[in-house]
């Protein structure tokens, strides 16, 4: 037998529903229902979830007066498995109503909400209120009796429970049997959840049939690691110049990178740099003989988007180094920069996919008043079809070499329609691709591209370092945009050194790696960073001797055995994050409360009927976010998330010391940001 | 000419536009839109907007990269009116871009929002900082020159117009011409001006044809009284007995609603009252000899919905006492309970409409365990057509006695459906129909019903009473529901008298009054509260002796002599609604601030462009919301709302005590709730 597609604790056996008649001359349906969930306010793009998301479906819906209605959630897997799970109401007062669904198959599911009269539920609520109170006692137990008869007819149901019901039925009848101990057969659980799972429907009304995407695992899950590999295995030669690393070398690093737990290595662009107007060291304009550029000013006369830079080697040793990472069980991801060196063969053969200026030159990228005099930006408006064909050979051609990932360079300033066709294209295709947007942009624009295709955004993460802030971010990324935006929680990249890192001290960076790697399932760290690298270029908010302009040789070894390195840190974090699945969820994360300014505290659960093992798993992350000082104060849980009651205790292992505490719902806690800035308290099971 | 039907400082002259060839296989348009508003959350419904309704017509646009664009509202009146309006970007940083239009033709009106590349806009802004710069001048010039080409091309342009334009590009080409000059031609105001009213547009996107109902004024704007007219001139005779008032000893009582300034006088049901089961006072369940009973018990022998209670009159009476309120400018509105007593001739003629029991009877109205035995509702599921034809009947019955207002009572207890048709077919065949939704219900049914077409709700006002509960309360009901929700503030039903009134004493009853008077363009009140009745039955929230359940004598002229009636007060109250339009309007009531945890402070603007007089109108409304104090505070304002720049004075008089002060941004206030606890303060024009 195929296994189920999905895990829930909401499923109940598949039947078919057979709508009311509603009237056609409304928009309202007889049971209305409003705001489905998953869904996406930017426009009529599909929301998404990747393989093993537990993903909340919700829907608002209610009926006139005061009987009960009941909700449920009609699934269609990929592969056609068809399933049925009920909805539980929120209870919130705002009429919401959810089942929780792992989904463990790739591609689009279809899925419904119907509503309908609960006639158990109405019964069953005023018949035990006027049996107690002794009004009209006979006549609600005749009216159950005619439910109860009209269930136990019901072909579908176990005989077992057909049994039951016409045995309780033939009892609300009794005349023998006292309002007592009929009241007992009125409220029995048993019968409770035979109607639960095949409820007596009245009023059937069933809403859209909606669409969702779900993605790959690597899509909403990972450890991303970025180094450039002209630095990963340079060296300075006699004369004081430095001989580019190449992919050859940078190989040598990846067992490293693997023994630190990471999952995605992500590499600037490979590709030729351009020679004219070519940046120098910490962005100058004139480069001194063996300054390498940037990466990003692509394309020279040894090739454009789909070559090798001769310096790193060739496309085979580029497939050797895909192949060598995967052996480590990293996958490579590629930067996918759109825009074009000078001397990048696209100028000469298409320069219609740039802009011409009246003076017969092509405009360079700039920020008025500011050029950037070694990129061209393209023109993505002059020749589209011709464009578009370019960028999908390039994007083929680099999938042809073993490479599923692309982080988007700067994809905010390309039309947002382009990469709605891109990702659509390429993943119809190969729907194992996955694009990362890096887009720091304003909010509309940085979500629609997560709308309209990106598997994965940066966010504004690296800005968001107060407890306050951290509360409504990390919130609003697992329960305001999660059903289309997937963050990465990048700590730093070549282009963002926070002043919170330069000025925080170490302490900065294990805060800054504990709450990435615990807050979201996916976050990324750019090689430095675990050397505590926290000098930015006076004025800026890069490093200094930035590695985009020169090469950066790092003693990683000596470092660990110098005790300078955080990379030990980060292993653990990555075991941790292997260990926990609640930590490779999106939308579990709870917010919950101290009584200090800085000492955050958020939780991540999954239950145990959507968890992989079977068992349920809780971590309670507490942060002192201020890096420079020692905190005491009282956190306060609402331990209900993790089916503790309040006032209740349980046993808490910190998972990076290894001590243990008996907690509750109010609990002291220390946090030393010299030593243990954060606690990762895992919640273990109760008896 | 026939005159425009709209008010907008935003229009432009009417050209089309002609799209951008979209790429046909995306669904993201070149320059994204979305979350277009005026907009529904609740289903497919059309928003709406009454006759003079300043409108905030709303977009998300945005496009990649950095150059400028530019939005536009199409506009189409349901005569077929066409205008276009230029949004504004709000710069909030969520590329949100509005245009306010007051509209003011009843019907369905179409919108549309049209995005492009604002091809003026993004040279200005690179010319600018280059040409100052010295960066790319003459290639910045020539480009402005050939834009100016263009535009001067235009024959849609007026003559003077091109001339400029053509005379400028002339200037930007000229070498004697230095940079410094040229300069000041690319910030010329009136070049802005002339392509801020014909853009030159590229990369033009159409946003989808959306509509916009617009109801009759009164559906949105208006002081509603409500009085039972058999409490108006019953008489107590000398046996002790209470005679009825009639529709003709009621109508003695029109002149002083009147002169309270009244627009609509609402009675509860007029019909004939069960005798089965009625209700004695105090909602009692033994009625004495000579209680009338509740109005809402309807039908008895002597008729049901159709018919007019014998003690009140006749239908001649009744149609006499309609005529009698018009000549004072008052509307009749009239309750439609959809509910039955047990003698009602529904009940014998369509037991269908009702719900039997196994037992052959009919079910009472119910919340179990408690029966309301005098009242059956009726079952919207067994006989739907003939249900919708019997209300259709009784209402189109009413309309033919002059009624065009409707208070529903309960509709949250009928099918939402139902609604949706029965307002929708009133109004097809008469649109200044208004009906008025009594759902104290959760929000999303409240909502609902009013997304499904009723022209006016009760809402949660009367227990929202603390400055932080109001703050929200009405900046959500201006800001977050307008579009399909229009709130009725009734400061008292005969259902309600909270604990606010019941403990507040007078002052109570002045700052409520005030509140619903200024903050929302539709506001009520209940015949006795101008007396401070507050006394409630205990346990209840509702006076005690009820209206509902007996006759009610009031010594009305009396109270005014002795000096204890607040009806100059509410007098005062609806003059100033008159003389002043922002007090008309719903969704220009903005938040201010005051450092004191009771003095709640809000304004309402119109801006001249779209005010009926072509003249700004400014209310400043400040409350003491606790009645038991005297309160001095500093209240603190964004005065740019109606155009005042921070820290400058402006003159303000106090609409209630004619006093006179001059304001700024922070100003001082001293409020006493015992002799005037709120300031309604007009700002003087500036000159």
């Known amino acids: 037998m195929r296994s189920r597609p999905w895990r829930s604790a909401s499923a109940i056996p598949v039947r078919a529903a057979r709508p009311w008649q509603s009237e056609r001359d409304t928009v309202t349906p007889r049971v209305p229902q409003a705001l489905p969930s998953p869904s996406v306010p930017w426009g009529p793009y599909r929301p998404k979830a990747f393989e093993g998301e537990v993903v909340p479906f919700r829907v608002t819906a209610f009926r006139e007066g005061h009987d009960r209605i009941g909700a449920q959630l009609r699934l269609f897997s990929p592969s056609g498995d068809e399933s049925l799970h009920r909805l539980v109401a929120l209870e919130d007062g705002f009429d919401r109503w959810e089942a929780e669904v792992a989904l463990l198959e790739q591609g689009v599911w279809r899925f419904r909400f119907e509503a309908f009269a609960d006639d158990f539920a109405t019964w069953e609520h005023a018949a035990s209120l006027k049996i107690a109170a002794g009004v009209d006692a006979a006549l609600m137990r005749e009216l159950g009796a005619v439910l109860f008869d009209g269930a136990g007819a019901e072909k579908s149901r176990p005989a077992a429970q057909r049994g039951v019901l016409a045995g309780a039925a033939r009892l609300l009848r009794d005349p023998t049997v006292d309002d007592v101990e009929a009241l007992a057969t009125v409220e029995d659980p048993a019968i409770a959840e035979y109607f639960r799972e095949r409820p007596l429907m009245s009023l059937v009304t069933l809403g859209d049939d909606l669409d969702l995407l779900v993605e790959r695992e690597r899509a909403g899950v990972g450890a991303w690691y970025e180094f450039f590999p002209r630095s990963e295995g340079a060296k300075r030669l006699k004369d004081g110049t430095i001989k580019s690393g190449t992919f050859r070398t940078a190989m040598k690093r ?199 295709g990106f598997q994965q955004s940066y966010t504004y993460f690296t800005w968001r370092n107060t407890k306050t802030e951290l509360e409504d971010f990390l919130s609003g990324l697992a329960h305001d945009t999660a059903d289309f935006l997937r963050p990465n929680l990048f700590v730093n990249t070549p282009d963002i050194l926070t002043e919170y890192l330069q000025f925080g001290g170490r302490p900065a960076y294990r805060i800054r790696a504990a709450i990435a790697a615990t807050a979201a399932p996916t976050y990324g760290v750019y090689a430095g960073y675990e050397l505590y690298e926290n000098v930015a270029r006076p004025g800026s908010e890069e490093n200094i001797d930035n590695e985009k302009y020169e090469y950066k040789l790092r003693d990683w070894a000596g470092a660990v055995e110098r005790g300078d390195s955080l990379a030990p840190y980060i292993a653990q974090l990555n075991e941790i994050r292997r260990a926990h699945p609640a930590l490779r969820q999106l939308r579990n994360l709870s917010v919950h409360w101290s009584d200090d300014d800085a000492i955050l505290v958020y939780a991540k659960h999954l239950e145990a009927a959507v968890s992989p093992d079977g068992r349920a798993d809780t971590v309670i992350v507490v942060v002192n976010t201020d890096p420079h000082s020692v905190r005491q104060t009282m956190v306060h849980l609402d331990t209900r998330v993790w089916g503790v009651a309040p006032g209740e205790p349980y046993e808490v292992e910190d998972l990076v010391t290894g001590a243990r505490w008996t907690w509750s719902d109010h609990n002291y806690v220390m946090l030393d940001a010299f030593t243990e800035p954060v606690h990762i308290l895992h919640v273990k099971e109760q008896r």
Chains 1, 2 share one sequence.
């Open 254 to 452: 990846l067992p490293a990178v693997a023994a630190m737990g990471f999952d995605v290595l992500y590499l600037p662009p490979i590709h030729p740099i351009g020679t004219e107007n070519r940046k120098g060291r910490n962005n100058t304009l004139d480069p001194q003989p063996g300054d390498p550029g940037s990466p990003w000013a692509i394309g020279s006369e040894a090739g454009g988007h789909d070559t090798v830079h001769p310096d790193l080697g060739t496309l085979a040793d580029f497939r050797a180094f895909v192949r060598a990472a995967r052996a480590e069980g990293i996958e490579v991801a590629l930067d996918l920069a759109l825009q074009a060196a000078p001397d990048h063969p696209w100028v000469t053969e298409h320069p219609e996919w740039f802009t011409t200026l009246p003076d017969g030159s092509i405009a360079y990228a700039e920020n008025p008043p500011k050029k950037y005099q070694d990129i061209y930006p393209v023109n993505f408006d002059n020749d589209p079809d011709g464009i578009r064909a370019e960028v999908l050979r390039v994007v083929r051609h680099w999938i042809a070499q073993g490479v599923k990932v692309f982080r988007v360079d700067n994809p905010h300033t390309k039309p947002l329609q382009f990469w709605e066709w891109l990702i659509r294209e390429v993943n119809t295709a190969d729907p194992d691709v996955v694009f990362l947007a890096e887009a720091f942009t304003r909010p509309a624009p940085l979500q629609s591209l997560a709308a309209a």
